[in-house]
């Protein structure tokens, strides 16, 4: 029988000190002993069986990586995306929360922040709308902010105003002159060019944005919707009606609010939340099927007189001209005037030219002193390029002004 000092020899050599290493991995040095070179502690080289389970651990990690690789690749080929880099825009289409860089992946989510931060104390906010044709440098929105910034107690709003940007240049562009942007991406429609009156992306745009501003009335939220191509010059919260749930900008006004043959404009209005705003906006966006190819402001005229609102118990308001005026239908006094719109025009050159005079006719008029003001020498000298031959000036001409030495500032 062998002696207890064989035993334990032998015992020794079948269990080596634990390692407390993966097994994968052979070849690290014990925790509990220091690192020595082979020779000087008397160890003969690894042995064959060693080196290919050494060979065999690195293989696996290989492997691991190439698959985790391949998958990633795989997942990219199964969106059907066309190269090996994603574009931002792509990310967009896919990802709308990319193009919002918000904080929450819930787009609904980041809109009621973004809300929420421009939201006057009353839960109002006042709405734009905005893509790219429209948002280039010395364009149309560099125009419209300027107009808060020259009107008469104006520039307190753009606190409260949110700019709804429906492209990723549009957003962009938005983030470095605005810090209240939201970004509202539409599977399959590229807003980005000009949208010209009555092309299908021009109709896709209008009802789109009809059935946005019914979610922000479903958040609570009262609001002054207001295209981009409006120059606001006063206050016009003071010439609201308190008692109307809906009231619109008219392209015609006939004298009085509460006719329903008024010819409104969709461009502007100032809508209050509750069941009765938020019903007649899901009736209205409903109703593009009913009249396919119209945009939303001819489906209003043709749904304002149908028995439903009445049944809603909507207060239906018209804005008078004098206050909310515009090209169609030019407001004559500019100590009223608190909105003027490019509407009646056609062509991105022509509304840029017109809205250029604009803003240097109330420049003239704000710069006069104040007996002045009141005999209202100064009267608009627009439409010009965007005269339509039922069009006609309000008014004698003011002296002229060179429309390319507008100031900057």
Request: net charge negative.
């Amino acid at each position: 029988m062998a002696s207890p000092r064989l035993l334990a020899r032998f015992h020794r050599r079948r269990y080596p000190p634990s390692t407390a290493v993966s097994a994968c991995c052979p070849f690290a040095p014990p925790r509990s002993l220091p690192l020595r070179d082979c020779s000087s502690a008397g160890m003969s080289p690894p042995k064959p069986s060693t080196l290919i389970r050494r060979a065999a651990c690195l293989f696996t990690l290989l492997t691991l990586s190439l698959l985790m690789l391949y998958t990633a690749t795989d997942s990219i080929r199964f969106l059907h995306l066309p190269s090996a880099s994603l574009s931002s825009s792509t990310l967009v289409r896919i990802f709308p929360s990319y193009l919002n860089n918000s904080p929450s992946p819930n787009p609904m989510q980041h809109l009621k922040e973004v809300l929420g931060n421009a939201s006057m104390g009353n839960n109002t906010v006042i709405l734009t709308t905005l893509n790219d044709a429209w948002a280039s440098t010395n364009s149309v929105v560099d125009l419209f902010l300027k107009s808060f910034m020259l009107g008469d107690g104006t520039h307190w709003l753009l606190d409260h105003l949110v700019i709804i940007a429906l492209d990723e240049k549009a957003y962009n562009r938005c983030q470095a002159v605005h810090k209240h942007c939201f970004s509202l991406v539409t599977e399959d429609v590229d807003f980005q060019e000009e949208a010209y009156f009555m092309t299908p992306n021009y109709l896709k745009m209008m009802w789109r944005r009809i059935d946005f501003l019914r979610s922000v009335l479903e958040l609570g939220y009262d609001f002054v919707f207001t295209d981009t191509d409006i120059m606001w010059f006063r206050d016009p919260f003071p010439q609201f009606f308190p008692d109307a749930d809906f009231q619109i900008a008219c392209d015609h006004f006939f004298g009085d609010p509460d006719d329903l043959n008024n010819m409104p404009n969709g461009g502007f209005n100032h809508v209050k939340s509750n069941n009765r705003s938020i019903a007649f906006y899901k009736f209205w966006y409903a109703s593009h099927e009913t009249y396919p190819g119209y945009h939303d402001q001819d489906v209003f005229n043709k749904i304002k007189f149908d028995p439903l609102i009445s049944d809603i118990g909507l207060k239906i308001r018209f804005l008078d001209t004098a206050y909310f005026g515009g090209l169609c239908e030019p407001s004559k006094d500019l100590n009223l005037v608190c909105t003027m719109h490019a509407n009646c025009c056609y062509g991105m050159d022509s509304k840029l030219h017109d809205l250029k005079i604009m803003l240097q006719d109330w420049r003239a008029f704000t710069s006069l002193p104040p007996d002045l003001k009141n005999e209202s020498v100064i009267s608009w000298r627009v439409p010009q390029n965007c005269s339509l031959h039922s069009l006609h000036h309000f008014g004698s001409p003011s002296p002229e002004i060179n429309v390319e030495q507008e100031e900057e500032n």
